[in-house]
């Protein structure tokens, strides 16, 4: 087999998947469902349907592009990503592992390569959780993660909720039929830029993904009192911004003395009401983040952060909620597709190391349905979710070359 990309295409393919976008080039915004979104997803059918591919969607939107086997009864092997992008993003996020992977389908399918096992082409729905609040919405209910019942009181920021959205999107049929049986799929492989600067600063061209970090988030809401800024007095005050700035340390303290490199924390929003200059702040919203490979060290780190909340509220008085959105567990990857992926880096002589993956993806969730792991490429110095965000055609064809041997290998 003498697999061969067709880069200049693939990054014709990109280029053009970015052009449909509610923001001006090089930025790429694309939120889930919106007409822009649904626009993307029919151009990725008809490329999927011109490769020969049988497509289907699901009630949540996750789109399946099935090139069929000899043995079509028994396990697929699966690989792709998403689409979606939040505002002001770039245009590899996720793209590389959809485009990436049809054209690793393509590239099997050129060399005469025949499958026993099907190979599936998986565009996942909402991994960004920019409308609803939630990342990786349709890899969560295809594994049942996230149950039926809570997806649809998600809303987004007009109120309108996750089935109302959807059906107005086109999209019919129950969310209790989205989960997916263990033992769907017999493997699966998520090419993705790293989102980080280890691979281009190492100059080493592939990450073979053995761990995926996993986030626990909340929403932070701390009421104090307002009043005039000249009229109360520092002694009676009882600042809501204030104690968040305190607690805003402490979380980055909680991740910092965690005894782990892997222990992230962010603090990403911080709302503030009323937002006067002459006005002592009454209210502030945060939004935590706190990730880790190891979950009862991430734990651990989210139960500091809980008791300076209860020390700041005492000592400030005012008052401190917290309210969990999600803490998922992380995932090993699978030895086996591991492995494979080695195999392939060895054959077409390319160098590669094992890493973690501290951002999350929604290979995170497909790892409690099925064996899993993540090939990473270089970006320019680690810069993702920005306009900037980029990868080179050559480390893109790298990646799917890879791809390709991996997907042929576990389906043969």
Known sequence: MTLAIDSARLSSEIEALASISDAEPPAVTRIVFTPTDLKARAWLIERCKEAGLSVRQDAIGNTFARWNGSEPAAPAVGTGSHIDAIPNAGKYDGVVGVLGGLEAIRALQR????????????LLTSEEPTRFGIGCIGSRLL??????ESARKLKDSEEKSMDEVRRAAGLAGELEEVQLPRGYYKAWVELHIEQGPMLEREKVPLGIVTKIAAPASSRISIEGAGGHAGGVLMPDRRDALCAASELILAVEDAARTSGSIDTVATVGICDVFPGAVNSIPSRVRLSLDVRDTDLARRDAAMQAVDHASQEISRKRNVSIRSELLNADAPADCAAVVVEALSRACEKHQLSSRRMISRAYHDSLFISRIAPV?????????GYSHRPDEYASPEDIARGTLVLAETLASLSA
């Open 373 to 381: 792991a993540m090939l990473f490429i270089p970006c320019r110095n």
């Open 143 to 148: 594994s049942g993660t996230l149950s039926p």
């Open 111 to 122: 060399d005469g390569f025949r499958p026993r096992n099907s190979v599936e082409l998986l």
